[in-house]
C-alpha cells in the first residue's frame, strides 16, 4: 500500500513512536479522518445557523366567523313558493321563500295611484301659475295657455287621470277668463260713464257761459222796459237750473272716477284671488304628494319583503316553514343561516403549559382532518383571541381557548376545485411562536439535564 509523503523535517518535532505512525499510516485512513473533522465542523456552524420553527398546537373545530343568521318576515303571511332546502349553500340577496303579495301588492298599486294624483295635481297647479301673471303697478292681468305636459310615463300608465287633468286645467283658465271678462266688462262700463259725465259736463259749461252771456245783456233792457221782465226771470232761471245741472255733474265724476278704480281693483283681485286659491291648493298637493311618497316607500318595501332572501352567504341549517300554503306569523322564524364568509375561525384548545408565548397576531397553520395534509396542504391563519382564563371540559381537563381566523375558507386539489370547509370540521392548528436553532434544540436536552442534575 502506498504511504503518503510525509515532510520529514516535521518528524523532528515530534518522538518516535508517532513518527513511525505517520509513516506508516495510509493515505486514505487519513483522509477519511479529516472528512469526518470537516463534516463535524461544517454540521456544527449549520446546527448554530440553521433555524427551524418553534410551534405550539391545539386541537379544535371550525366555527362560524359571524353568529348563527335567524331570517325573519316583519309581517308574515301565506307562503307561496320554497326556493331552497336544508343544508343547501346560499349565496348573500339569493331568494329563500316567497310569501303572497296580494294584499301588499293591492294597497301598493292603489297608493302608487293616489301619489300619480297628487302628482298630476301638482304639475296642473304649477301651470297654472305659470300661466297667470298680474302686474300690480301696471293693473295688468296676463293670462296664456299652453298646452299641459305630462311625462310619458304618465302618459303610458295613466291616460285616464292625464285627460282629466287636462280638461280641469283647461276649466280653471275657462273660468278665470270668464271671471276676468266680466270684470273687465264692468270697468268698461264705468270708463264709459267717465266719459260721458265729462262730455256732459263740458256741454253744460258751454250752455252755462251762453245763459250767462245772455242774462248779461237782456238785464240792462229789462231796466229800461224795453223786455218784459218775465224774460229776465226766465233767463235767471234757466242760468240756475244749468248752474245745478253742471255742479252735479262735477260731483259725479270723482264718485265714477272712484268706481273705475274699484272695478280695476276687483279685476286684479280675481286674477289674485285666482292665484292664491291655486298656490293654497299646489300646496295642499304637494304635502299630499309627499306624504303619499313616503308611504309609499313603506309599501313597496313590504311588496319587496315578500320574497325573503339571504342576508349572508352560508348554508341553510333549518327550513322552519316546508308548506306551500303555511302561515307564517308576523316575526316569526324562517330560515336559520350558518355564514360561511371569506375567511374561517377555528376554536382551538391549547394546554396550559403551552400557553406562555402565545399572543394575538401569531401566524398559525391549520390542518384539516377531513383533508390529509401532506395532500392538500393547509390553511394560514392569525391567531385572534386568547381567553383569559383556563376553562374545564367535560371530563375536567384544563385548556386554554383561542381563536384563529384563516386568510381563506377552502382547500384547493389538484385540479384547482374547491374543497369546501364547514362549521364543525375538527382541525388542529401549529401557531408559530419563534424560532430555534438546530444547535438550541440538540442542546435543550443537556441544558435541562443540567439545570435538573443532582436534585432530589
Do not use: C
Amino acid at each position: 500500500m502506498k504511504t503518503p509523503s510525509v515532510n520529514r523535517k516535521h518528524l523532528d518535532f515530534v518522538d518516535d513512536k508517532t513518527a513511525a505512525l505517520l509513516l506508516n499510516t495510509p493515505g486514505s485512513a487519513r483522509l477519511m479522518l479529516w472528512v469526518i473533522v470537516i463534516f463535524f465542523i461544517v454540521a456544527g456552524v449549520w446546527a448554530s445557523r440553521a433555524q427551524l420553527e418553534q410551534v405550539t398546537t391545539g386541537n379544535g373545530k371550525v366555527i362560524p366567523s359571524s353568529q348563527l343568521q335567524v331570517v325573519q318576515n316583519l309581517e308574515g303571511g301565506i307562503v307561496k313558493a320554497l326556493m331552497v332546502k336544508e343544508g343547501e349553500q346560499v349565496q348573500k340577496n339569493q331568494p329563500l321563500l316567497l310569501i303572497d303579495d296580494t294584499r301588499f301588492q293591492s294597497d301598493f298599486n292603489e297608493r302608487a295611484q293616489e301619489l300619480a294624483s297628487a302628482q298630476a295635481d301638482a304639475i296642473r297647479l304649477d301651470a297654472l301659475l305659470d300661466n297667470v301673471t298680474v302686474n300690480q303697478t301696471k293693473k295688468t292681468v296676463s293670462v296664456s295657455r299652453p298646452p299641459l305636459v305630462f311625462p310619458d310615463t304618465y302618459l303610458s300608465a295613466y291616460p285616464d287621470l292625464v285627460n282629466r287633468q287636462q280638461a280641469e286645467y283647461s276649466d280653471n283658465l275657462s273660468t278665470l277668463e270668464s271671471q276676468l271678462a266680466v270684470a273687465t266688462q264692468q270697468l268698461q262700463q264705468k270708463q264709459q260713464e267717465l266719459i260721458e259725465a265729462r262730455s256732459r259736463l263740458s256741454g253744460q259749461r258751454q250752455g252755462y257761459n251762453l245763459a250767462s252771456r245772455e242774462y248779461k245783456i237782456t238785464k240792462p233792457l229789462a231796466d229800461e222796459g224795453v223786455v218784459p221782465e218775465i224774460e229776465l226771470l226766465k233767463l235767471q232761471r234757466q242760468l240756475n237750473d244749468t248752474r245745478k245741472e253742471m255742479r252735479s255733474t262735477e260731483l259725479q265724476i270723482p264718485v265714477i272716477e272712484a268706481a273705475i278704480r274699484e272695478a280695476e281693483f276687483k279685476r286684479l283681485d280675481v286674477a289674485l284671488k285666482f292665484r292664491s286659491d291655486i298656490q293654497a291648493d299646489l300646496n295642499q298637493a304637494t304635502a299630499r304628494r309627499d306624504a303619499l311618497n313616503q308611504s309609499s316607500v313603506g309599501l313597496e318595501d313590504k311588496v319587496q319583503r315578500t320574497l325573503v332572501r339571504s342576508p349572508v352567504n352560508g348554508t341553510v341549517q333549518t327550513l322552519y316553514f316546508n308548506t306551500i300554503g303555511g302561515v307564517i306569523q308576523p316575526g316569526m322564524d324562517i330560515v336559520a343561516i350558518v355564514p360561511t364568509e371569506d375567511n374561517l375561525v377555528i376554536e382551538a384548545k391549547v394546554l396550559p403549559q403551552d400557553i406562555g408565548f402565545l399572543r394575538p397576531g401569531l401566524k398559525a397553520m391549520i390542518k384539516f382532518s377531513a383533508y390529509d395534509y401532506t395532500v392538500y396542504g393547509g390553511l394560514e391563519g392569525t391567531l385572534e383571541q386568547i381567553s383569559a382564563d383556563t376553562i374545564q371540559d367535560e371530563e375536567g381537563n384544563s385548556f386554554y381557548q383561542v381563536k384563529i381566523r384563516t386568510e381563506k375558507n377552502n382547500l384547493a386539489d389538484n385540479s384547482g376545485e374547491q374543497l369546501p370547509i364547514i362549521p364543525g370540521m375538527t382541525a388542529s392548528a401549529d401557531i408559530i411562536t419563534g424560532k430555534r436553532t438546530v444547535l438550541q434544540y440538540l442542546l435543550n436536552p443537556i441544558l435541562k439535564a443540567r439545570h435538573s442534575a443532582l436534585r432530589e
